[in-house]
């Protein structure tokens, strides 16, 4: 994964160094500076990455950016820009020669290997590349997953979406259907012969409590493990017949455990930035919906306020959308988000990026979503100020 990112000439200006390991808190990112000075571009330029075109990077104004990853891996990126011609009679720019050098680079303990490549464009056009074969280097970022969220997703999403009940329905559609299959197929467990001494009630009835605790949370999601049946006779039986059924129930959790604490994890969130009078139901069958709480009508989702229409759209990406990636690169998550929201945001991406695994760099000029931490920012304006000054 992407540890440590290093680019000079930015806009021919400036020069950072943004690296996880400036922040207190391990996988959590934040980037603050005023207005102009990169920040978008550099989440840009990694999600970039993950479709790596020679043609997108060399409309980046950027001089050298070099690209850290936790295996090792290098991948330095050169671009040079050189007038091929000047007419003084027009006011027209120059003709330019943009080159793009691509160097990739393993460091392990017992081997080194690099691999180099370059591509030159005119006018838009490429009319020369040559080098070694980069194959090594478009498996690492295939591998190396990545999502971006801009701050204009919502209103882009709309535009093919603008008929559709919400954003990110049959994402979470599909990962209840498919989380409800794995469920059935694993609670057909058959545990070994049940031993009549093993029956403690006070120990089997903290585990059932614990059960029921996870089998209720599902049935609010109308994901009922095994039917009504052994539903209700979790809830009477005694003795051998109860610590059959026990066990069955905890190994279809035990299994599914990553993709059920997934789904906790979302719930929690969402309760936490609960809409005003809008109740949040989940099903295999729609997905999701937003219902109003005292008609119980469904909300269509252009119906919400801006501020749920980009939460809605960054935490069902979060959890639903591209769930193997594991770079999340975010712009200006505070838009259109009350101050409450703002605070609140902090402590619920540290608990995000803990529970799915995932390291998160994000863009922001609001010192409420990093809850006035700068121990987990990088600040842009002072390392160029301390290079302006020479310190």
Not at 140 to 164: G, I, M, N
Request: glycine content about 4%.
């Amino acid at each position: 994964m992407l540890k440590r990112l290093e680019i000079q000439n930015l806009f021919d200006e400036y020069s950072y160094v943004i690296d996880w390991k400036q922040s207190a808190f391990k996988d959590l990112l934040y980037i603050t500076a005023p207005n102009g000075m990169g920040k978008t571009t550099i989440l840009k330029m990694i999600a970039g990455l993950a479709t790596f075109t020679p043609y997108e990077y060399m409309h980046y104004p950027f001089g050298h950016v070099r690209f850290i990853f936790d295996g090792g891996e290098m991948i330095d990126l050169t671009r040079t820009v050189t007038p091929i011609h000047t007419d003084s009679m027009t006011d027209e720019l120059p003709e330019v020669e943009t080159k793009l050098e691509c160097e990739y680079t393993v460091k392990k303990t017992d081997f080194s290997k690099k691999e180099r490549y370059t591509w030159t464009f005119r006018k838009d056009k490429l009319v020369a590349s040559d080098g070694d074969d980069l194959t090594n280097m478009m498996m690492l970022l295939q591998t190396d997953k990545c999502r971006f969220f801009p701050d204009d997703r919502v209103f882009k999403e709309l535009e093919s979406s603008y008929d559709k009940q919400s954003i990110g329905t049959e994402n979470i559609k599909s990962y209840l259907i498919d989380l409800q299959v794995r469920l059935e197929n694993t609670f057909v467990y058959k545990p070994d012969s049940i031993d009549v001494n093993e029956w403690n009630e006070e120990d089997w009835q903290k585990r059932k409590a614990k059960v029921l605790r996870i089998v209720d949370f599902l049935r609010t999601c109308d994901i009922n493990i095994g039917g009504e049946e052994p539903y209700q006779n979790l809830q009477k039986l005694v003795g051998a017949d109860l610590i059959f059924l026990i066990k069955r129930y905890e190994n279809a959790i035990r299994e599914n455990k990553e993709s059920i604490d997934r789904l906790i994890t979302y719930r929690t969130v969402m309760d936490r930035f609960k809409f005003i009078g809008t109740e949040l139901k989940l099903s295999p069958r729609y997905g999701y919906r937003l219902v109003k709480e005292k008609t119980g009508d469904f909300l269509q989702f252009y119906q919400l306020a801006s501020g749920e229409r980009h939460l809605l759209c960054l935490m069902n990406g979060l959890f639903f959308i591209q769930t193997e990636s594991q770079l999340v690169l975010i712009d200006e998550p505070e838009m259109s988000y009350h101050m409450y929201w703002q605070i609140q945001f902090c402590r619920t991406i540290k608990e995000i990026v803990k529970k799915l695994h995932l390291r998160a760099l994000m863009a922001t000029h609001s010192p409420q979503m990093f809850d006035d931490d700068f121990s987990l920012t990088v600040d842009l304006w002072e390392q160029w100020d301390k290079q302006r000054r020479g310190k």
